[in-house]
Nanobody
Framework: QVQLVESGGRLVQAGGSLRLSCAAS????????MGWFRQAPGKEREFVGY????????YYADSVKGRFTISSVNAKNTGYLQMNSLKPEDTAVYYC?????????????????WGQGTQVTVSG
């Protein structure tokens, strides 16, 4: 079992930056992929990006490419989502998720463990 805890969400002005953290605990995390998703009110959950834990391969949704960066500090079992040039349409609850065997995909159903989410609100 893996537990994920997100933190860092808050209210920020448009154009600002924010860094979310996702701390993993439980089983060794070396063979997982960490994905980030978000869900705005009244909308379906949306893929944001992922990182593979061993090789740090990253991939981003077009809507955030060039503005968001995913990284990890393996020694801390912690992943990060750095968000720059934030827009009001980035407002959502942000979730991190873990997929076994570094099965990094854009599909939320492929992820085995989820955090509780953290609210990001971008005022415009």
């Amino acid at each position: 079992q893996v537990q994920l805890v997100e933190s860092g969400g808050r209210l920020v002005q448009a154009g600002g930056s924010l860094r979310l953290s996702c701390a993993a605990s439980g089983r060794p995390f070396s063979s997982y992929a960490m994905g980030w998703f978000r869900q705005a009110p009244g909308k379906e959950r949306e893929f944001v990006g992922y990182i593979t834990w061993r090789y740090k391969t990253t991939y981003y949704a077009d809507s955030v490419k060039g503005r968001f960066t995913i990284s990890s500090v393996n020694a801390k079992n912690t992943g990060y989502l750095q968000m720059n040039s934030l827009k009001p349409e980035d407002t959502a609850v942000y979730y991190c998720a873990a997929a076994k065997y570094e099965r990094a995909t854009m599909q939320d159903l492929d992820y085995d463990y989820w955090g509780q989410g953290t609210q990001v609100t971008v005022s415009g």
